[in-house]
């Protein structure tokens, strides 16, 4: 065995090694990104997360266990959010260390139409997103969609929406785990425009994606950051929905965040409908509500500090 092959080995050793502490140490947030660069797909594990199947890895040539690396938001080898904020928005001459880079901070809703009653974050999301449809700025959209009749028993996933109307139908936030894998696939066999809705690490992930891939790169055109607190498991909506007597694997639909006349913006409903029944209680009334509990939350959220989606070009939180 030569010298070179002699480190070749090691350097694979070492890159089956990181993915392996990556994936077994807690740290992947199952986002998809590695399944287009490295054929490593995700799968729904026993609490109800998505994580990169490390099995995978051991057949893998080894440039694309460094193309997993590169793309993977939780692995050191590609850029941080502060190298890729620098990159992208370095020339806006203003930096918080919590931020990030940006242009400027706005507080507001949407007035036109009913875009504020039916999302969240005051519909800025979902009116953004048609403007730029109906503009011409953007071909179609990537974002989390309701599953009508899930197959696979997951009530949300990614999807692309070519019309005012399927962003419309788009809206709300989903506490619930997604992997973007097969919208990536998507991109990359049309060609277009495209606007990707995510969360931070999401959007990191693409990011890095598009710097080693020049198709992602070109089609995506415009990413919308979600100003984040940590990531969901299936578990979360289970809960709610064993509390309102749907058990587990029954739940057909949830809406997570329901507005309640009368009452301030924090103070939501939770929709549930099972077999045969359907059931309305304010989020407050279910235990693990509160989000600074941190019930059925990713591992991965522990270690990461980009709440306000350094990476996108902007970011949209609410009240």
Same mark, same amino acid.
């Given at each position: 065995?030569?010298?070179?092959?002699?480190?070749?080995?090691?350097?694979?050793?070492?890159?089956?090694?990181?993915?392996?502490?990556?994936?077994?140490?807690?740290?992947?947030?199952?986002?998809?990104?590695?399944?287009?660069?490295?054929?490593?797909?995700?799968?729904?594990?026993?609490?109800?997360?998505?994580?990169?199947?490390?099995?995978?890895?051991?057949?893998?040539?080894?440039?694309?266990?460094?193309?997993?690396?590169?793309?993977?938001?939780?692995?050191?080898?590609?850029?941080?959010?502060?190298? !890729?904020?620098?990159?992208? *928005?370095? +020339?806006?001459?203003?930096?918080? /260390? #919590?931020?990030?880079?940006? @242009?400027?901070?706005? %507080?507001?809703?949407?007035?036109?139409?009913?875009?504020?009653?039916?999302?969240?974050?005051?519909?800025?999301?979902?009116?953004?997103?048609?403007?730029?449809?109906?503009?011409?700025?953007?071909?179609?959209?990537?974002?989390?969609?309701?599953?009508?009749?899930?197959?696979?028993?997951?009530?949300?996933?990614?999807?692309?929406?070519?019309?005012?109307?399927?962003?419309?139908?788009?809206?709300?936030?989903?506490?619930?785990?997604?992997?973007?894998?097969?919208?990536?696939?998507?991109?990359?066999?049309?060609?277009?425009?495209?606007?990707?809705?995510?969360?931070?690490?999401?959007?990191?992930?693409?990011?890095?994606?598009?710097?080693?891939?020049?198709?992602?790169?070109?089609?995506?055109?415009?990413?919308?950051?979600?100003?984040?607190?940590? !990531?969901?498991?299936?578990? *979360?909506? +289970?809960?709610?929905?064993?509390? /309102? #007597?749907?058990?587990?694997? @029954?739940?057909?639909? %949830?809406?997570?965040?329901?507005?309640?006349?009368?009452?301030?913006?924090?103070?939501?409903?939770?929709?549930?409908?099972?077999?045969?029944?359907?059931?309305?209680?304010?989020?407050?009334?279910?235990?693990?509500?509160?989000?600074?509990?941190?019930?059925?939350?990713?591992?991965?959220?522990?270690?990461?500090?980009?709440?306000?989606?350094?990476?996108?070009?902007?970011?949209?939180?609410?009240?």
């Amino acid at each position: 065995m030569d010298l070179r092959h002699h480190l070749s080995e090691r350097r694979r050793d070492f890159v089956v090694k990181t993915l392996k502490q990556i994936i077994d140490g807690g740290y992947c947030i199952g986002c998809g990104v590695s399944a287009p660069v490295a054929s490593i797909p995700v799968v729904l594990d026993r609490y109800g997360m998505f994580q990169a199947d490390r099995s995978s890895a051991a057949a893998l040539s080894d440039e694309a266990l460094k193309r997993a690396l590169l793309v993977c938001p939780f692995s050191n080898d590609g850029p941080n959010e502060d190298d !890729l904020g620098m990159r992208l *928005f370095g +020339d806006s001459g203003q930096h918080d /260390a #919590s931020v990030g880079y940006y @242009e400027s901070l706005y %507080i507001g809703h949407v007035a036109e139409g009913k875009f504020r009653e039916k999302g969240t974050s005051g519909g800025i999301i979902t009116w953004m997103l048609t403007e730029l449809l109906q503009t011409g700025k953007v071909d179609a959209v990537c974002h989390v969609k309701k599953v009508d009749h899930p197959d696979d028993g997951l009530l949300f996933r990614y999807g692309i929406s070519r019309t005012p109307d399927e962003i419309i139908a788009g809206a709300k936030s989903r506490y619930y785990p997604v992997e973007i894998s097969q919208v990536l696939e998507q991109i990359r066999k049309s060609p277009g425009r495209y606007a990707v809705v995510g969360l931070p690490c999401f959007v990191k992930a693409v990011r890095r994606l598009a710097a080693v891939d020049p198709c992602i790169k070109e089609r995506v055109v415009f990413s919308v950051g979600l100003v984040c607190g940590h !990531l969901k498991s299936k578990s *979360f909506a +289970d809960c709610f929905g064993w509390q /309102a #007597s749907i058990p587990p694997g @029954e739940l057909k639909e %949830i809406d997570f965040r329901v507005k309640l006349p009368g009452r301030a913006a924090g103070d939501y409903g939770v929709y549930l409908r099972g077999v045969g029944q359907e059931v309305m209680r304010p989020s407050r009334e279910f235990l693990g509500s509160n989000w600074g509990h941190n019930f059925f939350r990713y591992p991965a959220c522990d270690f990461c500090d980009d709440v306000f989606a350094e990476t996108a070009d902007v970011a949209i939180g609410d009240a």
